[in-house]
């Protein structure tokens, strides 16, 4: 604004003339002024229409923030000394503050909540009594909600181009569970924000979960290790049964087909062992380890375990470690050890510590024979393992 009035203030003073349309008017202040006084003398007066218009706009902002805080601090006022009161004796039936029918009631409330500040400082409220409550109170909370005209104002703020409004009303929907709000929610997952669009993610998972994991089959782009996280939590958190596992097993974008596996792990789902398999041999590393930890927990057989060492080469070292210290389980105490002497021979030193580990608890005449090994890099790592245990 300030910048604006410079512009304008100094175009008057350089322009003998102005054009408007077809028309040329003459600029009086160039010709009565600027045209009969010396440099200096325009000079000292271009900077004090700059110091007018600069102390003009700043009166100006001054008065709005005193104005502003002045409301803020009796909506403030209003909300500890009634609308607080209101609540608690609504939720523990004091009839001192809540006389007659739940009208009665909405009345009141709405006589005290009509602006933006105080329906956040109210929502703001009954959502944190709502999270911190069970039983009896947080069905009134939850009830009070539905009564009370706020869901045009949450739809407002949903739809509203600032994101704290956004975040905001993400929050109590996610809360207490308006599933209403679900088709509005949509538009937010094709946001630039970040921030955003993994928040109208984790809502809508709460709310649908089965439903919020089949719209990610229609993502285009790489999830990353944030965003699978917080997927697998909502979705083990959700205490849904029926999730669509295979389908999102079945998916080719890595991230998807990685969050069914570890979803269907993390479940016991041993049902899905066989549509686990069909990702054993993928591209993706990512994929490929799941799987195999998957097939890990699953694993009863000694034909599960002779699969997992068919693939050891194809997963990552982390993975690699899983699979050594899992061989104490194996069925077949002298294949797990005839695979466990072979890596302590032929793998790096990481792998053969874990190897010799295992070795301990399968047979400890064979971690002893390693004492005095011809290989330098076996003897440094039985010494590493004796010192340890």
């Known amino acids: 604004m300030i910048a604006l009035l410079i512009i304008v203030g100094g175009y008057f003073f350089v322009h003998p003339s102005m054009l408007r349309g077809n028309s040329i008017f003459a600029n009086s202040l160039y010709e009565n002024v600027v045209a009969h006084s ?79 500040r105080s329906k956040k400082l109210f929502l703001t409220l009954i959502s944190q009594v709502h999270a911190m409550t069970v039983g009896e109170v947080k069905e009134k909370t939850a009830l009070l909600l539905r009564i009370m005209p706020c869901r045009d104002w949450l739809y407002r703020n949903l739809h509203s181009l600032v994101l704290v409004r956004q975040l905001f009303a993400l929050k109590v929907i996610a809360e207490f569970h308006l599933t209403e709000y679900s088709k509005d929610m949509r ?88 549509a ?64 466990l002497k072979k890596i302590v021979e032929t793998k790096p030193v990481p792998l053969k510590i874990v190897a010799l580990i295992s070795l301990l608890d399968l047979d400890l005449n064979v971690v002893q024979s390693y004492e005095n090994h011809s290989d330098a890099s076996i003897r440094q790592s039985f010494l590493q393992v004796v010192s340890f245990y």
């Open 38 to 116: 010396p440099e200096w003398l325009l000079v000292v007066d271009y900077l004090i229409f700059l110091f007018l218009v600069t102390s003009l706009v700043i009166l100006f902002l001054i008065v709005v923030y005193i104005k502003r805080e002045n409301k803020s601090k009796i909506i403030e006022k209003q909300y500890f000394d009634k609308i607080i009161p209101l609540f608690f004796s609504y939720i523990y039936q004091d009839n001192a503050y809540v006389k007659g029918s739940q009208d009665d009631l909405i009345k009141t409330f709405q006589k005290l909540i009509k602006d933006e």
């Open 276 to 339: 686990i398999l069909t990702k054993l041999d993928v591209d993706s590393q990512l994929v490929r380890d799941e799987a195999v930890l998957a097939c890990l927990d699953f694993a009863q057989s000694l034909s599960d375990y002779i699969l997992l060492i068919d693939h050891f080469e194809k997963v990552s070292e982390k993975v690699q470690k899983r699979i050594l210290r899992s061989m104490i389980s194996c069925p077949d105490q002298s294949f797990a050890i005839h695979f």
């Open 187 to 274: 538009w937010l997952l094709k946001r630039k924000n970040y921030i955003l669009r993994y928040e109208a993610y984790a809502t809508l998972l709460k709310l649908h979960v089965n439903e919020t994991l089949l719209l990610f089959t229609g993502l285009q782009g790489a999830l990353d290790l944030w965003e699978m996280n917080m997927i697998i939590k909502i979705a083990l958190d959700s205490g849904e049964q029926e999730l669509e596992y295979a389908l999102l097993i079945r998916q080719d974008m890595p991230e998807l087909a990685a969050i069914g596996i570890i979803l269907a792990r993390l479940n016991r789902k041993k049902d899905l062992k066989s």
